[in-house]
């Protein structure tokens, strides 16, 4: 049976990260943190039938805390509410754990008992094929002023069936640091001075070490490629294009993964999202 897609988006102003919990079995294994810069979005596919979603946010230190969003959800829809769920998890930005809820009493060394803020009931979702987004607004970060804060949230459920229905299989996945000779050439930019601003553009996010990923598939008319941000998408789209439509970072779009999707037709609908997210 096929999970459904899943895009968390921030449409605030302030970086946040978010934890899945999907059940296996017995136990549930954790998956962390994925961090959504503002004015961009997430990929994760789901895998587990039932799936819980939690929140942090940075402390002065730069470390994370875990930020009690319970959200208030502006469009309910079945089988996705909110929870208090609690899971032992660690703040390193990149984890991963199982757990096993009987034995949440006494957590690890390193991790904390913390509030997952959301369920979905995946089973729901799986057919047929379904992308579910939060777009979530963190106006107050909880982690800093030691209170819950609730979040606006919006739930949308997309009923994207693709139209090719083309199973290729993924052939290579590499990630490497931004180059420019893996992006459009910036010569499309007529403007001089606009093609100056999205060159220095380029060059600062080159410098700070963001990298981006090319997931290949071998299809009947040969390899065809996608480029996605990997990990984390450090510019908009928004402020891509208030340099020039023709930026040749407008194709990278405005959603960062962390594994290439498994097909072909999934990753040319992922991406066709991607560059079409409307900030």
């Given amino acids: 049976m096929a999970?459904?897609?899943?895009?968390?988006?921030?449409?605030?102003?302030?970086?946040?990260?978010?934890?899945t919990a999907e059940e296996d079995g017995d136990a549930y294994i954790l998956k962390g943190w994925n961090e959504v810069r503002?004015?961009?979005?997430?990929?994760?596919p789901l895998t587990g039938d039932n799936v819980y979603i939690g929140f942090a946010q940075e402390k002065?230190?730069?470390k994370l805390g875990v930020a009690t969003y319970l959200g208030i959800i502006n469009f309910y829809m079945d089988d996705i509410?909110?929870?208090k769920q609690i899971f032992c998890?660690?703040?390193n930005k990149n984890f991963k754990a199982r757990n096993t809820l009987e034995k949440l009493q006494d957590c690890p060394q390193g991790f904390v008992r913390t509030h997952f803020s959301f369920h979905i009931n995946a089973k729901a979702y799986s057919d047929p094929y379904y992308w579910i987004n939060f777009y979530m607004l963190p106006e107050i970060n909880p982690v800093l002023s030691k209170k819950d804060f609730f979040s606006r949230t919006y739930i949308k459920k997309f009923d994207d069936i693709p139209f090719f229905n083309k199973q290729h299989p993924l052939?290579?996945?590499?990630?490497?640091?931004l180059k420019q000779y893996?992006?459009?050439?910036?010569?499309?930019?007529?403007?001089p001075k606009n093609r100056d601003k999205a060159q220095q553009q380029i060059n600062d996010l080159k410098s700070k070490g963001y990298k981006i990923m090319e997931c290949t598939y071998k299809t009947g008319s040969g390899n065809i490629y996608y480029r996605f941000w990997y990990d984390v998408m450090p510019v908009s789209r928004a402020e891509v294009n208030a340099i020039?439509?023709?930026?040749?970072?407008?194709i990278l779009g405005n959603i960062a993964l962390k594994d290439c999707p498994p097909t072909h037709d999934k990753a040319r609908d992922i991406h066709g999202r991607s560059i079409g997210v409307p900030y």
Avoid at 38 to 44: E, G, K, N, Q, R
Avoid at 244 to 250: A, D, Q, T
Wanted: hydrophobic share 30%; aromatic share 16%.
């Fill in 3 to 19: 999970q459904p897609d899943l895009f968390m988006c921030n449409n605030g102003y302030a970086n946040f990260y978010f934890a």
């Fill in 38 to 44: 503002p004015l961009s979005c997430f990929y994760t």
């Fill in 60 to 62: 002065t230190n730069g």
């Fill in 81 to 83: 509410n909110p929870a």
């Fill in 89 to 91: 998890v660690n703040f």
């Fill in 171 to 177: 052939t290579s996945q590499e990630i490497w640091p």
């Fill in 182 to 191: 893996k992006l459009p050439d910036i010569r499309r930019i007529r403007d």
């Fill in 244 to 250: 020039s439509k023709e930026n040749p970072l407008e």
